[in-house]
């Protein structure tokens, strides 16, 4: 077994759950990742040779593609064909993996997230333990199934300071949610610090953007909003949204507690709890409104010149804001003022739909 001390696994020791129920989601996918260098693409061709005809490179892995609807190997009863045929050891290395095979690399540090889009995960304290997972993950040979490596200047340090922060974040936002402790679980993001100067700052932002005031999901939604927090806080570090590290690494509390307004919003839409599939696609889809609530009191500036608008500008408020930013260089205002200002008289709808137009604006106008 690896060195387990490098190894930063999003959930906590047997923290959750995963039985297969068969119902084949996490098989329709576009293609299906083999351990090459374990031999397993030879194996899979030799058993059945039309597959050769399927099998494409994407950078360094290799992938056998599946048609739209299903993997070649799902059955109508939603189990896999290999499996069942050859044993579990002949499935596809991200497959047998599954939901444990996002793992990343950082130095000689390693981050193990899951899925948690596809698969409905269980919270619970019978899963697999760390050792189970990073045993299988040890299987496979592949590094291009296994590791990843993550974009940094200096992987080893920022690997370091990654496991040793998130650690006991972690393990603290798990305790949280055994009580559904919107405190606790803002104590470990922030270091101890009083969240109500956060609070007032995400009330405020909501009632500019969406005309309510912020509230707090409770009971089964806050808890699973805890325990997926390790998880999301890790993708918005090194996602597609990633930016400046250290920044956002100070804006992800107060992010967080925008998020889990947007969250209170979902439930009271759906009249039932969320789950963590719905909670994740929920972080995505308002991550330009929470960070634009954790950055509230910010002062974005742009220098003048061409500003790359989006290609929908709801009422022109894109450009409005940008031309805005610009001549906040003297102005000095903070960013609240300036969208409250600037959209003042558009639609709520308008105003949602320009402010997430205008992320990308606005994230350049806050970079330093």
């Known amino acids: 077994m690896g060195d387990l001390a490098r190894v930063w696994f999003t959930w906590p020791d047997r923290g959750l759950s995963y039985r297969c129920a068969g119902c084949g989601a996490c098989c329709k996918g576009l293609g299906i990742g083999l351990d090459v260098t374990g031999g397993q693409l030879d194996a899979l061709v030799a058993r059945r040779p039309a597959i050769a005809g399927y099998v494409r490179r994407r950078g360094a892995a290799l992938t056998v593609w599946n048609p739209r609807d299903r993997c070649w190997f799902l059955t109508d009863d939603g189990w896999c064909r290999i499996e ?11 497959c047998r993996l599954f939901p444990y095979n996002r793992v990343f690399r950082l130095g000689s540090y390693t981050v193990v997230d899951y899925n948690s889009v596809v ?9 697999a333990s760390h050792a189970e997972v990073w045993d299988e993950i040890e299987a496979v040979a592949d590094p291009a199934i296994v590791g990843t490596p993550l974009p940094a200047s200096d992987a080893e340090r920022e690997g370091r300071e990654l496991v040793t922060r998130e650690r006991p974040i972690t393990a603290a936002c798990f305790a949280a949610a055994a009580s559904a402790d919107l405190a606790a679980g803002w104590v470990a993001q922030a270091g101890g610090a009083d969240h109500g100067d956060a609070l007032a700052t995400v009330d405020g932002a909501s009632r500019a953007i969406l005309g309510v005031p912020w509230r707090a999901p409770t009971g089964a939604t806050l808890a699973a909003a805890l325990w997926l927090t390790p998880s999301l806080r890790f993708n918005e570090l090194y996602g597609p949204r990633a930016g400046d590290r250290a920044a956002t690494v100070a804006a992800l509390p107060t992010m967080w507690l925008a998020w889990l307004g947007h969250v209170a919003d979902g439930v009271a839409l759906a009249g039932r709890d969320l789950g963590l599939q719905e909670l994740t696609t929920l972080w995505s889809e308002q991550a330009p409104l929470t960070g634009l609530a954790a950055r ?5 500036t742009l220098k003048p010149g061409p500003i790359e608008l989006p290609g929908v500008d709801p009422g022109g408020l894109v450009r409005r804001l940008g031309q805005a930013f610009v001549d ?3 102005a000095r205002r903070p960013l609240g003022e300036l969208v409250a200002t600037v959209t003042a008289g558009a639609s709520v709808v308008d105003r949602v739909a320009a402010l997430k137009a205008a992320d990308g604006v606005i994230r350049a106008a806050l970079a330093r």
Request: proline content about 11%.
């Open 296 to 300: 509230w009191a910010a002062v974005p």
């Open 119 to 127: 698969c409905p995960l269980a919270v619970g304290g019978d899963g």
């Open 328 to 330: 906040n260089r003297r």
């Open 84 to 94: 069942a045929e050859d044993g579990r050891a002949a499935k596809p290395a991200s």
